[in-house]
């Protein structure tokens, strides 16, 4: 039974599914939710081990030439941090399909006004796959 790729949805399933056995959860240095703590304040023995880490990184002088232009950028967001760090290195002027993993992404008062933005069905690789080819043929249907 899935998440559905949120910590609040995983911690509801896992207090549905109450189990003896020790949780670990692993996660980036950047997380939300607080899973493993408030595993422990429902009485479940869980910890944490921090197994990734994502690290802001300069946009390239390509991308700040194609957010600056006229054609359509695809944006594919996969967190809200990931959305900050995007707006923070540039204000884009190009027509922008974003692709948002979650609603918490589209929500995250980070992205620009004026843009076209799909929220994946599914928050997952192929979610994200099927919002970004929604978001080719607008970006198609907006040059012609």
């Known amino acids: 039974m899935p998440a559905n790729g949120d910590a609040e949805a995983l911690f509801q399933l896992i207090c549905q599914h ?3 056995q020790p949780l670990l959860h692993m996660r980036g240095t950047h997380s939300t939710g607080a899973l493993a ?3 422990q304040e429902a009485g479940f023995r869980a910890g944490e081990c921090v197994v990734y880490s994502q690290e802001r990184q300069p ?3 390509d991308a700040l030439t194609l957010l600056s232009g006229v054609c359509p950028v695809i944006v594919p967001l996969f967190s809200p941090r990931s959305a900050r760090a995007l707006f923070d290195q540039v204000q ?3 027509p922008l ?7 918490a992404v589209a929500q995250t008062g980070h992205l620009p006004s004026h843009h076209s933005l799909r929220v994946a069905k599914t928050p997952d690789v192929q979610g994200m796959l099927d919002a970004v080819c929604d978001l080719w043929q607008l970006a198609l249907a907006l040059e012609a």
């Open 18 to 20: 109450r189990s003896s």
């Open 59 to 61: 946009l390239s002088a």
């Open 37 to 39: 703590q408030r595993l």
């Open 97 to 103: 399909c974003i692709a948002a993993i979650s609603g």
């Open 92 to 94: 884009p002027t190009a």
